[in-house]
């Protein structure tokens, strides 16, 4: 969780990651900052996001990334 | 002759065909030739000099293009103004370029209307623009006296002052350069061109004017569908859409995500890209899943009207090697000089220069940025020729080629935007909180990093910021200092601030 925080801090840090839940529908992040997310992440858990997570519901908040990235870790 | 007669023409070949196409609405070349009428006529009453600037509050819909038409058409240029920027820059550009009027198509925010107030310009609606008259004896009156000297557009980008520089191009530029873009790859009036630039950037040039040239479509694809692109590869296959001609940036969009793992286009043919060096892992991609299409690297700044180099890809590239910038096209003179205003040799690096009818106007009121880089072209002392001496640096490779080596100066390339790094240390310095400001550019790995002396913590300081540049112009990483490190020179030493940047990763 606090690897995801980092990860996102680093993209934009004046961003409240903390209280915010719409971060790709409330188009707080743009398409080439999401393509950075994606694929930091990748890189600092060491795994590959597949396409099909690219919806908005994977993104939108800290949780939903960190569960998203628990599930790709449990299918490994 | 003008563009306005690639429209002309288009309209009598094609009346009834859809030239642009948004996700709500479309427009057919008889419709577009109308509208565009409409808007020139309603715009000579609140705008009757010619050659004045008339802003367009810009959106990615057809109504932006039919405004720019009906703008050129009453030899007046346009000035897109993207409306996702901080007011206070949109303030700026306005104050700098004082538009005989601003247009807005439904999308103007009250926090503008006090910038349009200051320059007194007029704030015209389209939707009411257009249930105007049209004066078809006006119309044909004007583009009798046109020129194709006549300023067509102009574009801002970031300039090292803090004020955004603003790139004026004519007509016959546009008339020199479309043709020969469209014979060069063989494109016909079927051609769909998926258009993913925004209007107020050059590339977007390309996919309009060829269009209208061509008499084919354009499908402008909506900003969401790069977002989440699953969405993406669906509407270009919806759209039939044949050929892309997309930054760099837009293009690793796809690549980066796996997107073609899920779905790949079925009927691209023709894919050109440009605006920063393609890593050729992420062109790979693209081969992979669509090994039968034209990729071709095209360069230039918009200074020249869109691109002076191109390179279509004839062979595959390994992962370390670097694309060629590659040739010339017709009709744009391009030469390297090195430091001593001589011809670079194999092995050697030197400055981009074009010359030719690609070169802009200059600098919208702006003498002196002008006249530092149009410039009398250094191997000719016999009579006028301007060149455009381009800042960017190229290496002739033993192999003959030339390949892009980097910057002059402290513009840098960043998600896609031209940013001059002297435009966000001016704006950071600004803050009544900082007192010294620099910023730096990690090129391989994308960060904007900023060091700056001040009273306020980072957060605070960003935020400020962020009321006064567009949100591509932020800092990634921020160090607070107590001081900053000097070169013998008294300078401050940029090296010792990337070494404590990379010391900190």
Same mark, same amino acid.
């Given at each position: 969780?606090?690897?995801?925080?980092?990860?996102?801090?680093?993209?934009?840090?004046?961003?409240?990651?903390?209280?915010?839940?719409?971060?790709?529908?409330?188009?707080?992040?743009?398409?080439?900052?999401?393509?950075?997310?994606?694929?930091?992440?990748?890189?600092?858990?060491?795994?590959?996001?597949?396409?099909?997570?690219?919806?908005?519901k994977y993104f939108n908040s800290v949780d939903a990334i960190w569960e998203m990235v628990q599930d790709?870790?449990?299918?490994? | 002759?003008?563009?306005?007669?690639?429209?002309?023409?288009?309209?009598?070949?094609?009346?009834?065909?859809?030239?642009?196409?948004?996700?709500?609405?479309?427009?057919?070349?008889?419709?577009?030739?109308?509208?565009?009428?409409?808007?020139?006529?309603?715009?000579?009453?609140?705008?009757?000099?010619?050659?004045?600037?008339?802003?367009?509050?810009?959106?990615?819909? $057809?109504?932006?293009?039919?405004?720019?038409?009906?703008?050129?058409?009453?030899?007046?240029?346009?000035?897109?103004?993207?409306?996702?920027?901080?007011?206070?820059?949109?303030?700026?550009?306005?104050?700098?370029?004082?538009?005989?009027?601003?247009?807005?198509?439904?999308?103007?925010?009250?926090?503008?209307?006090?910038?349009?107030?200051?320059?007194?310009?007029?704030?015209?609606?389209?939707?009411?623009?257009?249930?105007?008259?049209?004066?078809?004896?006006?119309?044909?009156?004007?583009?009798?006296?046109?020129?194709?000297?006549?300023?067509?557009?102009?574009?801002?980008?970031?300039?090292?002052?803090?004020?955004?520089?603003?790139?004026?191009?004519?007509?016959?530029?546009?008339?020199?350069?479309?043709?020969?873009?469209?014979?060069?790859?063989?494109?016909?009036?079927?051609? +769909?061109?998926?258009?993913?630039?925004?209007?107020?950037?050059?590339?977007?040039?390309?996919?309009?004017?060829?269009?209208?040239?061509?008499?084919?479509?354009?499908?402008?694809?909506?900003?969401?569908?790069?977002?989440?692109?699953?969405?993406? +590869?669906?509407?270009?296959?919806?759209?039939?859409?044949?050929?892309?001609?997309?930054?760099?940036?837009?293009?690793?969009?796809?690549?980066?995500?796996?997107?073609?793992?899920?779905?790949?286009?079925?009927?691209?043919?023709?894919?050109?890209?440009?605006?920063?060096?393609?890593?050729?892992?992420?062109?790979?991609?693209?081969?992979?899943?669509?090994?039968?299409?034209?990729?071709?690297?095209?360069?230039?700044?918009?200074?020249?009207?869109?691109?002076?180099?191109?390179?279509?890809?004839?062979?595959?590239?390994?992962?370390?090697?670097?694309?060629?910038? *590659?040739?010339?096209?017709?009709?744009?003179?391009?030469?390297?000089?090195?430091?001593?205003?001589?011809?670079?040799?194999?092995?050697?690096?030197?400055?981009?220069?074009?010359? *030719?009818?690609?070169?802009?106007?200059?600098?919208?009121?702006?003498?002196?940025?002008?006249?530092?880089?149009?410039?009398?072209?250094?191997?000719?002392?016999?009579?006028?020729?301007?060149?455009?001496?381009?800042?960017?640096?190229?290496?002739?490779?033993?192999?003959?080629?030339y390949y892009f080596s980097a910057r002059r100066d402290f513009q840098i390339k960043h998600m896609g935007?031209?940013?001059?790094?002297?435009?966000?240390?001016?704006?950071?310095?600004?803050?009544?909180? $900082?007192?010294?400001?620099?910023?730096?550019?990690?090129?391989?790995?994308?960060?904007?990093?900023?060091?700056?002396?001040?009273?306020?913590?980072?957060?605070?300081?960003?935020?400020?910021?962020?009321?006064?540049?567009?949100?591509?112009?932020?800092?990634?990483?921020?160090?607070?200092?107590?001081?900053?490190?000097?070169?013998?020179?008294?300078?401050?030493?940029?090296?010792?601030?990337?070494?404590?940047?990379?010391?900190?990763?």
């Open positions: 969780m606090e690897k995801i925080l980092e990860i996102l801090k680093a993209i934009d840090p004046t961003i409240d990651y903390e209280n915010i839940d719409n971060l790709i529908d409330g188009k707080v992040l743009d398409s080439l900052q999401i393509v950075t997310l994606v694929t930091e992440i990748s890189n600092k858990f060491d795994i590959t996001i597949s396409p099909k997570y690219l919806e908005p790709i870790q449990d299918e490994l | 002759m003008t563009v306005i007669d690639y429209l002309y023409h288009s309209a009598e070949l094609f009346p009834e065909k859809t030239a642009f196409e948004d996700s709500q609405k479309s427009v057919t070349y008889r419709e577009l030739l109308s509208n565009a009428e409409t808007i020139c006529t309603q715009l000579r009453q609140v705008a009757p000099v010619v050659k004045s600037p008339i802003a367009v509050l810009i959106d990615r819909n $057809v109504e932006s293009i039919c405004c720019f038409l009906g703008i050129a058409m009453g030899r007046n240029f346009y000035v897109p103004i993207d409306i996702t920027q901080p007011e206070e820059r949109i303030g700026t550009i306005l104050r700098k370029v004082s538009p005989a009027a601003v247009i807005s198509l439904g999308n103007c925010k009250e926090s503008f209307l006090p910038y349009i107030e200051e320059i007194k310009a007029p704030l015209l609606e389209y939707s009411e623009l257009l249930k105007g008259e049209k004066d078809p004896g006006l119309v044909r009156q004007l583009q009798e006296e046109a020129l194709d000297t006549d300023p067509l557009y102009a574009l801002s980008t970031s300039g090292s002052t803090g004020i955004p520089k603003t790139v004026l191009i004519s007509h016959r530029s546009v008339l020199d350069f479309i043709p020969v873009f469209c014979g060069t790859f063989h494109f016909d009036s079927n051609e +769909i061109f998926g258009n993913q630039a925004p209007f107020d950037f050059d590339v977007s040039v390309k996919d309009i004017y060829s269009a209208l040239y061509l008499g084919a479509t354009v499908y402008i694809i909506p900003a969401v569908c790069f977002i989440m692109p699953k969405l993406l +590869i669906q509407t270009m296959n919806d759209k039939r859409i044949s050929t892309i001609i997309w930054a760099v940036s837009a293009m690793c969009i796809v690549s980066e995500l796996n997107i073609f793992e899920l779905i790949t286009p079925t009927t691209l043919k023709k894919v050109f890209f440009s605006g920063e060096v393609m890593p050729v892992s992420m062109l790979n991609v693209w081969i992979k899943y669509l090994p039968d299409a034209m990729y071709v690297n095209l360069y230039g700044p918009t200074e020249i009207t869109c691109n002076c180099l191109y390179y279509i890809i004839d062979r595959s590239f390994d992962p370390d090697e670097r694309l060629p910038l *590659g040739k010339p096209f017709k009709n744009e003179g391009v030469f390297f000089l090195n430091d001593n205003g001589q011809p670079i040799k194999p092995g050697e690096t030197g400055e981009i220069y074009v010359t *030719g009818t690609c070169l802009s106007l200059g600098y919208y009121k702006d003498p002196e940025k002008t006249k530092e880089v149009f410039i009398q072209n250094p191997l000719n002392p016999d009579f006028p020729e301007l060149a455009y001496k381009s800042g960017d640096m190229a290496e002739l490779g033993e192999d003959g080629n935007h031209r940013i001059e790094l002297e435009d966000i240390e001016m704006h950071l310095n600004s803050l009544p909180s $900082v007192t010294r400001a620099v910023c730096l550019y990690d090129e391989p790995r994308k960060k904007l990093i900023t060091f700056y002396i001040g009273t306020e913590d980072y957060i605070s300081v960003l935020n400020q910021l962020k009321k006064l540049v567009p949100k591509y112009m932020i800092p990634n990483i921020v160090f607070q200092q107590d001081t900053l490190p000097r070169n013998k020179n008294g300078k401050i030493d940029r090296k010792a601030l990337f070494a404590i940047y990379e010391k900190s990763l």
